[in-house]
């Protein structure tokens, strides 16, 4: 272990990713497998650290032999994908470090766990058909029911057969299916549009109002949206598709609008997701532009392409300041899956629960609590392996069987 720990250390330190997410910093990070340490200088030019310069760090990630074997594995087990996830679950490694500086140096310790293992090669382009080049952007200034206005933008795809429409995550925006739109195949079958909310992506704010100062989503905002563009846009009824935030508000939609929706495909889907809001996500000793992405890049699946969970991260970084927190106030701290279970049997629309073996937000075990509560035949739940909280951008390729089967679940259980 004192070989791998060095190892670890040294590659880390030769590593231009992490040294350009070390920017600023100086912070002292330790590595202790019983009397076996290990050290790391977080600053602009990151370097090893031995003897009496490891006393007392700022960080240290302390634990026996199983814990650390089981992060270097190239296949991790979920808990021990990431440094996110080792801070919510018992591995066998624990961590020590003050809330502050631990989120000032998320990022870099975020990539400091993906050197733990063997770097892999990316596979060349996508396992399918694909055209990014046919996705269409439009914008439309639309004024939902309670009489608030908004330039909303949209990307669109094909024009024949049923309407998808996608529902992005919490603080980030439409291009997280690009991947989608862009499958040739997907095209010739359905007409697929995805829409930003309010002061995400290329949409505007509401009303004029381009701060987010105070920004906080709730669930009426969110569903009077969603209702504005399928009946305005999309023309309903829909198969209403989301992720995480998008996942929830999808079955929401479905469960108190259900004339407007034929089917729903939720990705990621809890029961409820508690503690997810966090005040570092929009804090002045902050850069959130490398700590927000960080703090999703933690649920995404460890054996993706590297260029794929690079991607899915980067659309949390150009995030206005304010708007991932203020979503997780509808997501976190808002939305029970227990308030539409009932009317989701009401609605008896066909329902695909899709839900990534390594997301600890809506974990598996917490999707298949929601699938008990909804309790009807018309729902179906596939644990999708391999794969994290945001399977459409962070895999494409492996996602697209899952995406497939839950659209023919939706089209054979269509009311």
């Known amino acids: 272990m004192a070989a791998d720990l060095t190892r670890w250390v040294a590659r880390a330190a030769a590593d231009p990713v992490l040294a350009w997410h070390c920017r600023g910093l100086s912070l002292r990070l330790c590595l202790r497998c019983g009397p076996v340490t290990a050290g790391l200088l977080l600053c602009d030019e990151p370097r090893p650290l031995a003897g009496d310069d490891l006393r007392n760090p700022d960080i240290a990630i302390t634990g ?6 089981r992060l270097m594995r190239p296949d991790p087990p979920p808990g021990s994908h990431s440094f996110g996830a080792l801070l919510r679950h018992d591995t066998g490694l624990a961590i020590t470090a003050q809330p502050v500086p631990q989120a ?4 870099a310790l975020e990539r400091l766990v993906e ?3 063997p770097e892999r090669a990316d596979p060349a382009g996508h396992g399918f058909a694909h055209d990014p080049a046919t996705v269409t952007g439009r914008r439309a200034m639309l004024r939902r029911g309670s009489g608030a206005r908004a330039m909303l933008h949209w990307i669109e795809a094909g024009n024949s057969g049923p309407t998808v429409v996608f529902l992005h995550t919490a603080g980030a925006d439409s291009r997280q299916y690009l991947h989608q739109l ?13 829409f930003d909310l309010p002061w995400h992506g290329m949409s505007s704010g509401e009303d004029g109002r381009e701060t987010t100062v105070g920004y906080r989503l709730t669930e009426a905002a969110y569903l009077d949206w969603c209702v504005t563009f399928i009946e305005q846009v999309a023309g309903g009824p829909v198969i209403l598709a989301g992720c995480s935030m998008g996942a929830t508000m999808a079955l929401t939609v479905t469960a108190r609008r259900p004339d407007l929706v034929r089917g729903c495909i939720a990705l990621e889907a809890p029961m409820t997701a508690p503690g997810r809001r966090s005040d570092l996500l929009t804090d002045a000793r902050i850069a959130d532009s490398q700590h927000n992405p960080a703090y999703v890049r933690a649920m995404l699946g460890p054996v993706c392409p590297q260029t794929q969970r690079d991607e899915a991260c980067a659309i949390y970084a150009q995030a206005r300041p304010g708007v991932y927190m203020g979503d997780l106030s509808y997501y976190s701290d808002e939305y029970d899956g227990a308030s539409i279970a009932a009317p989701l049997r009401a609605a008896d629309r066909p329902l695909a629960l899709l839900t990534g073996s390594y997301d600890y937000s809506a974990s598996p075990d917490n999707t298949r609590a929601l699938c008990r509560a909804i309790g009807t035949d018309k729902v179906w739940f596939r644990e999708m392996q391999g794969l994290g909280h945001f399977p459409m951008i962070e895999d494409p390729t492996a996602f697209r069987p899952h995406f497939l089967a839950a659209l023919q679940q939706i089209e054979r259980g269509r009311p």
């Open 115 to 117: 050197l733990a293992r």
């Open 104 to 107: 000032q140096a998320l990022a």
């Open 64 to 69: 026996d032999t199983a814990g650390f074997d």
């Open 182 to 194: 862009a499958d040739t195949e997907l095209q010739g079958r359905y007409r697929m549009m995805a």
